[in-house]
């Protein structure tokens, strides 16, 4: 099993970005995924995370900004990131549980 994510770059203040994480081998439509950040110098945070069936769950910091997707047939995770801020800057990590994680992608929000 492997998880590849995307999508990241530079964006200011209030832009959007949406990362992507491609899910291979043959696990996945039973499995919860998420999305977990590091920012420098910081623990590694749960950021949102969506269940096999469709729940979804958010950190309090952004909540009504982020949305996390997920498209079963073709095994792609998804978090759009609407109003950016500054502290949203940390690399992004895509995880299926128990313990597959994605090879993170930087997310940069200039002020």
């Known amino acids: 099993v492997q998880l590849q994510a995307s999508g990241g770059g530079l964006v200011q203040a209030g832009g959007s970005l949406r990362l992507s994480c491609a899910v291979t081998?043959?696990?996945?439509?039973?499995?919860?995924v998420g999305w977990y950040r590091q920012a420098p110098g910081k623990q590694r945070e749960l950021v949102a995370v969506?269940?096999?069936?469709?729940?979804?769950n958010y950190t309090d910091s952004v909540r009504g900004r982020f949305t996390i997707s997920r498209d079963n047939a073709e095994k792609m995770v998804y978090l759009q990131m609407n109003s950016l801020k500054p502290e949203d800057t940390a690399v992004y990590y895509c995880?299926?549980?128990?313990?597959?994680w994605g090879q993170g992608t930087q997310v940069t929000v200039s002020s």
């Open positions: 995880k299926m549980w128990l313990n597959y």
């Open positions: 081998g043959s696990i996945f439509n039973g499995k919860t």
């Open positions: 969506i269940s096999s069936g469709g729940v979804a």
